[in-house]
């Protein structure tokens, strides 16, 4: 199975901050990644899919880059809403992984 | 609007097995694929497989080949997982989740999840 490692692990920010996380992967996985945001006792919510595109509904703040091994998503100011834990997940091959998570929370 | 609704909360017995259920509306149920999704408490996300609701045909996880069975009726426009042999390692909550298939596999409506206790 491809690994997905995200960084950091956990993050501390501040209400209009600008905030980019990193997903990486174990072998080149083209733009087959997509990212979500996950509240306390909620499902995960698309963000971004196809590694930079913005899903519908989703704040304009939240942007996707990247191919290959390399993924960033960025939150470009962070509003109190926006604190939550973000995974990546990868779609290249059959076998679908997601990152260990990234925890942001408020400084 | 979309909606998946998934089957209240479930407490078994290690060895029992457990079936969920996702009612879906909103949308048309076999055009798109369903996947299944669990979360251990305070861990990350698992993918444990996926069907296809139009002809039923599923993929499985390796790691739950044999164990995990995924149906549908299409009639009432309903996904089932069913998960055998529980121990207390399959305590967690149970997503499914909706696969619009068209670039790679990803989720964009999901249900609020199941939340599976196996103890004795």
């Known amino acids: 199975d491809i690994q997905m490692t995200q960084s950091p692990s956990s993050l501390s920010a501040s209400v209009g901050d600008r905030v980019t996380i990193t997903c990486r992967a174990s072998q080149s996985i083209s733009n087959y990644l997509n990212w979500y945001q996950q509240k306390p006792g909620k499902a995960p919510k698309l963000l971004i899919y196809a590694a930079s595109s913005l899903q519908s509904g989703v704040p304009s703040r939240f942007s996707g880059s990247g191919s290959g091994t390399d993924f960033i998503l960025t939150i470009s100011s962070l509003q109190p809403e926006d604190f939550a834990t973000y995974y990546c997940q990868q779609s290249y091959t059959i076998s679908i992984t997601f990152g260990q998570g990234t925890r942001l929370e408020i400084k | 609007q979309v909606q998946l609704v998934q089957s209240g909360a479930e407490v078994k017995k290690p060895g029992a097995s457990v079936k969920v259920s996702c009612k879906t509306s909103g949308y048309t149920f076999t055009a798109y694929y369903m996947h299944w999704v669990r979360q251990a408490p305070g861990q990350g996300l698992e993918c444990m497989g996926w069907?296809?609701?139009?002809?039923?045909?599923?993929n499985y996880a390796q790691k739950f080949q044999g164990r995990v069975t995924m149906t549908r009726d299409t009639s009432i426009s309903t996904a089932y997982m069913e998960l055998s042999r529980l121990t207390s390692d399959d305590t967690a909550v149970y997503y499914c989740?909706?696969?619009?298939?068209?670039?790679?596999?990803?989720?964009?409506?999901w249900g609020q999840g199941t939340l599976v206790t196996v103890s004795s």
């Open positions: 989740a909706r696969d619009p298939n068209d670039y790679g596999d990803y989720f964009d409506f």
């Open positions: 069907i296809n609701p139009n002809s039923g045909g599923t």
